[in-house]
């Protein structure tokens, strides 16, 4: 097969990275929230490469609102090849919801079925098995869905007897179900139809739940759905991204690409990039990922704790968090930091007086403080 029919065989996928991240604020004050990393990788990275594994090589980024958001991923994904993808970035103009992110990709996406992928999704398995059997199916949507156990939060399938969909209650108090719509979905060019028709909810914007519920209710579309096996988590929250840390790290691979002084004891499985190093005294008990260029030096980092690149640890504890980047903490032995997503730019040391152990922190970029 040629390169030409290669391409227009090959897929469409639509990334939706815009969206304000206000639950996951300061740290989204100035950056896209999907660049968050999860085991020192963007959930952005993880879409993308979901998406090549399931054929998908032409890949529009919905973006927005403002030019540091937009500049922050445009910078980090580049054009795709490194992926060995085509990526064409798709500008939304304002905040007006996800099924008005999704008919910003109309004019990319033509006339052929594609995916849709929210940027801040991540699943366990990866989703070419579902793309592939919503392919042969000749349908308008392929909707995912997931056991939770507090659906309350999210979208929540009302199933009938032969187990096919036929509603969404979108956060409801009483839950006809333990199984949520995930922020996965397959579609025919026909969705931008139902989009046109739609208007805007209560606060303004035009919701992919409304979409949905015009799909399935509609005897003019055809809808099917699949139960996601394994985990699957929305990172929305700073609780959330922390809980998709642990899970992809329980995977880690091990490897040493810097230096570990004789003296220092590395226990389970520990990655350590290029140009750093970890002093004698240090105690690492992984899964744990550390970034390149970063410096160790007395200290303990307990299991899922990802480090980025050039930070340095001196002295005390860290435990299941996530420390972005270009960081600074000089603890106290006594001191420990559990839980906690912390920015890059961010300089923590020990005050004097003597404070409880095990502090939680939800620091923004370009932060300091003492603890």
């Given at each position: 097969m040629?390169?030409q029919?290669?391409?227009?065989?090959?897929?469409?996928g639509?990334?939706?990275?815009?969206g304000?991240?206000?639950r996951l604020?300061?740290?989204?004050?100035?950056?896209?929230?999907?660049?968050i990393?999860?085991?020192?990788?963007?959930?952005l990275?993880?879409c993308?490469e979901?998406?090549?594994?399931?054929g998908?090589?032409d890949?529009?980024?919905v973006?927005g609102y403002t030019?540091?958001r937009?500049?922050s991923?445009?910078?980090?994904?580049g054009?795709g090849s490194?992926w060995?993808?085509n990526?064409t970035?798709i500008?939304q103009?304002?905040?007006?919801?996800?099924?008005?992110?999704?008919?910003c990709?109309?004019d990319f996406v033509g006339?052929q079925p594609?995916?849709?992928?929210l940027g801040?999704n991540?699943l366990?398995?990866?989703i070419a098995?579902?793309?592939?059997?919503?392919k042969t199916?000749?349908?308008d949507?392929?909707?995912l869905?997931?056991?939770?156990?507090?659906?309350k939060?999210y979208?929540?399938?009302?199933?009938d007897g032969?187990?096919?969909i036929?509603?969404?209650?979108?956060?409801?108090?009483q839950p006809?179900?333990d199984?949520?719509?995930i922020g996965?979905y397959?579609f025919?060019?026909?969705?931008f139809?139902v989009?046109?028709?739609?208007?805007p909810?209560?606060?303004?914007e035009?919701?992919i739940?409304?979409?949905?519920?015009v799909?399935?209710?509609s005897p003019?579309?055809r809808?099917?759905?699949a139960?996601?096996n394994?985990?699957w988590?929305?990172?929305?929250?700073?609780e959330?991204?922390l809980?998709?840390n642990r899970l992809?790290?329980i995977?880690l691979?091990?490897?040493?690409?810097g230096?570990?002084?004789?003296?220092?004891?590395?226990?389970?499985n520990v990655?350590?990039?290029?140009g750093t190093i970890v002093?004698?005294g240090s105690v690492?008990k992984?899964p744990?990922?550390?970034?390149?260029n970063?410096?160790?030096?007395?200290?303990?980092?307990?299991?899922y704790?990802?480090?980025g690149?050039?930070?340095?640890?001196i002295s005390?504890e860290i435990?299941?968090?996530?420390i972005?980047g270009?960081t600074?903490?000089v603890?106290?032995?006594?001191?420990?930091?559990?839980?906690s997503?912390i920015?890059r730019?961010?300089?923590?040391?020990?005050a004097?007086?003597?404070l409880?152990?095990?502090?939680?922190?939800?620091?923004?970029?370009?932060s300091?403080v003492q603890?």
């Amino acid at each position: 097969m040629d390169d030409q029919n290669k391409k227009e065989d090959c897929m469409k996928g639509v990334i939706l990275a815009g969206g304000l991240g206000a639950r996951l604020r300061p740290l989204t004050h100035t950056g896209a929230k999907q660049l968050i990393p999860i085991a020192n990788k963007p959930v952005l990275e993880y879409c993308i490469e979901d998406l090549k594994e399931a054929g998908i090589c032409d890949i529009g980024i919905v973006v927005g609102y403002t030019p540091e958001r937009i500049k922050s991923i445009t910078d980090t994904v580049g054009n795709g090849s490194r992926w060995g993808v085509n990526v064409t970035y798709i500008e939304q103009d304002a905040p007006r919801g996800i099924a008005h992110a999704i008919y910003c990709a109309k004019d990319f996406v033509g006339d052929q079925p594609f995916v849709v992928y929210l940027g801040d999704n991540m699943l366990k398995g990866g989703i070419a098995p579902y793309v592939e059997r919503f392919k042969t199916e000749d349908i308008d949507a392929g909707i995912l869905f997931v056991h939770v156990d507090d659906p309350k939060p999210y979208g929540v399938a009302v199933l009938d007897g032969n187990g096919k969909i036929i509603d969404i209650q979108e956060k409801p108090e009483q839950p006809p179900s333990d199984l949520v719509i995930i922020g996965i979905y397959y579609f025919s060019p026909r969705v931008f139809r139902v989009i046109e028709q739609l208007n805007p909810s209560g606060r303004g914007e035009y919701e992919i739940s409304d979409t949905l519920r015009v799909l399935i209710r509609s005897p003019a579309y055809r809808v099917n759905s699949a139960r996601v096996n394994g985990w699957w988590d929305d990172t929305g929250t700073a609780e959330a991204v922390l809980r998709a840390n642990r899970l992809v790290m329980i995977d880690l691979k091990p490897y040493c690409r810097g230096t570990v002084e004789q003296g220092a004891l590395m226990t389970e499985n520990v990655a350590i990039g290029e140009g750093t190093i970890v002093r004698t005294g240090s105690v690492i008990k992984g899964p744990v990922i550390i970034g390149k260029n970063c410096l160790i030096d007395r200290a303990y980092l307990g299991p899922y704790t990802s480090i980025g690149d050039r930070c340095t640890v001196i002295s005390g504890e860290i435990e299941s968090s996530i420390i972005i980047g270009d960081t600074r903490i000089v603890l106290d032995p006594s001191k420990r930091i559990v839980n906690s997503l912390i920015g890059r730019h961010t300089v923590i040391t020990s005050a004097r007086e003597s404070l409880p152990s095990g502090y939680k922190l939800i620091l923004g970029e370009n932060s300091e403080v003492q603890i």
